[in-house]
Nanobody
Framework: QVQLVESGGGLVQAGGSLRLSCTASRGTLRDYAAAWFRQAPGKAREFVASISGAGDSPSYADSVKGRSTIFRDNAKNTMYLQMNSLKPEDTAVYYC??????????????WGQGTQVTVSS
């Protein structure tokens, strides 16, 4: 079991950068595949990026590919999403999720409570 806490969101101008963090305040994140999702107002939650427990096999949604990097520091029990060249359409609440048994976390896996990212034009 892991308890996840996101941080690093905020307000940024279009073209700027943010680094989101997801820290396991309980449990060992190394044992879990992890991913970032986001949900904009009035929109369904969508996949952003994922990474294996060992830190290999990163995967990205087309909407962020080439602008974002997912990585993790298991010694710090933390997973990150570095976002560059941010666009207003990146505005959303960003959630991290982790799964011990699946490559892609599902609703019944472990989720943080989200961090707000707002990109102004």
């Amino acid at each position: 079991q892991v308890q996840l806490v996101e941080s690093g969101g905020g307000l940024v101008q279009a073209g700027g950068s943010l680094r989101l963090s997801c820290t396991a305040s309980r449990g060992t994140l190394r044992d879990y595949a992890a991913a970032w999702f986001r949900q904009a107002p009035g929109k369904a939650r969508e996949f952003v990026a994922s990474i294996s427990g060992a830190g290999d096999s990163p995967s990205y949604a087309d909407s962020v590919k080439g602008r974002s990097t997912i990585f993790r520091d298991n010694a710090k029990n933390t997973m990150y999403l570095q976002m560059n060249s941010l666009k207003p359409e990146d505005t959303a609440v960003y959630y991290c999720a982790a799964s011990e048994r699946r490559v892609m976390p599902r609703a019944d896996d472990y989720w943080g409570q989200g961090t707000q990212v707002t990109v102004s034009s």
